[in-house]
DNA sequence: ATCTAGTCAACATCCCGTGTTGATTAGATT
DNA sequence: AATCTAATCAACACGGGATGTTGACTAGAT
């Protein structure tokens, strides 16, 4: 996602007008690594606006998504998680606080080499590769080191 | 997922009953390979067995992903996806028709250096690697040469 | 034969996201 | 400054997906 002057820029470019909410939006989205929740967002816009809309919050977003701006995150099942980040990067999923983090991917010409598998499947036309860690975030990992439940899948934090 | 017969074994070892619903579950599940939804298991299991309930199927995937037996793929933001294939493997995931196609990953040996990667970030424990691919898949691919609307994201199939 | 886990129906509830409507506000442009 | 029109708002309803609840009933496992 481009600077929020920036971002100014472009929607006027494209014939979208420049409201104090979908500004907003912007500052609140900018420079975020937390790929944060629709929702998220909706409470950080309205710390600075508080009459804002939970509809209008999530048509910007939406917006932004159409534009290109900002990417869709889709590691779980719970709800859309935003990310500015349009930049090549990959990300860790920790399975116990759902937190999603970058992962800068210097070895990205080795994933290149799957999209040359890929060619075994002729006619499908791969547009984009990400890879996903899954395990324990620092913080998750160090934190109870007994009583620990297998497999419980089926638990899940509000 | 192991055969019905091996699930059955492992069933009865964790003292858990086995029951035709449950076995029903099983071999509705056993050697898809298209990435089913709970509503999908269950339509099929309602053609041999009209009275199960939409419940006890979800219930009997829950408890099949709780032994490890299942896995549930997280790729979008649609309803809960399980694959029986719990061997290691990639996905493909078609951005038009939005079906997951297996992808057999011989490169496994480059993603476990994304791995190394991660020892970069001291005290996260890597569980586990996906590699996702995104695009047209062949079919859809073929299907509309012209009429292409631009980022039409918000577009989804019902 | 008994005990108890499973199942069922028929609800309700929750979450996330979107559709609706009609009135109002306020950018963009002239 | 006036106009046109997109955008926003409130206050709803609704939809899909998944789970919780209750109480009665069924049927594995031993």
Redesign the pocket.
């Known amino acids: 996602m481009r600077s929020p002057e920036a971002l100014v820029e472009r929607?006027?470019e494209d014939?979208?007008?420049?409201?104090?909410?979908?500004q907003a939006v912007f500052s609140a989205l900018h420079g975020d690594l937390t790929h944060p929740?629709?929702?998220i967002i909706w409470d950080r816009v309205r710390l600075q606006?508080p009459?804002?809309?939970?509809?209008?919050?999530?048509?910007?977003l939406?917006d932004l998504v159409s534009l290109g701006e900002v990417l869709v995150v889709a590691v779980d099942?719970?709800?859309?998680r935003f990310d500015p980040n349009v930049s090549l990067h990959d990300h860790f999923v920790c399975s116990i606080c759902a937190s999603v983090i970058d992962v800068d991917s210097d070895e990205r010409s080795n994933v290149a080499s799957h999209q040359t598998t890929l060619s075994d499947f002729p006619g499908f036309e791969v547009e984009s590769v990400e890879v996903v860690f899954r395990g324990k975030c620092s913080s998750c990992a160090s934190l109870p080191p007994a009583s620990s439940k297998q497999h419980d899948t089926?638990t899940r934090q509000?």
């Open positions: 929607f006027r014939g979208l007008k420049v409201t104090p909410q979908r929740t629709a929702e606006m009459t804002v809309s939970r509809r209008t919050v999530y048509q910007v939406n099942n719970g709800p859309t089926n509000k």
